[in-house]
């Protein structure tokens, strides 16, 4: 059975950080893909990181330069380190698994982060 279990989310300043993991069990995670989504209410999903299987890093306009990611294949784990957090960065926040040769495609339960003074 496949799980990816995120954990790290919470209420944040503006301009403060946060930083999300997610650990997977069930998969051989060193050959799936990671990425993260977040939801507005409202919204469409949305990506805000992708982690390669060789941790090349992508980021969209709305996250690059305040947003990393990494991962730690020997612990199943994927972060994603949120700095500068903006009011509408608040969203729940989803990890995701795909392995591109399978087309396997996995997701987590999601973490809400609120970005409130």
């Known amino acids: 059975q496949v799980q990816l279990v995120e954990s790290g989310g919470g209420l944040v300043q503006p301009g403060g950080s946060l930083r999300l993991s997610c650990t997977a069990s069930g998969i051989i995670f060193n050959s799936y893909t990671m990425r993260w989504y977040r939801q507005a209410p409202g919204n469409q999903r949305e990506l805000v990181a992708l982690i390669s299987l060789n941790s090349n890093t992508i980021f969209p306009v709305s996250a690059k330069g305040r947003f990393s990611g990494s991962r730690d294949d020997a612990q199943n784990t994927v972060y994603l380190q949120m700095n500068s957090l903006k009011p509408e960065d608040t969203a729940v926040y989803y990890c995701?698994?795909?392995?591109?040769?399978?087309?396997?495609?996995?997701w987590g339960q999601g973490a809400q982060v609120t970005v409130s003074s």
């Open positions: 995701n698994a795909f392995n591109p040769d399978t087309y396997g495609n996995y």
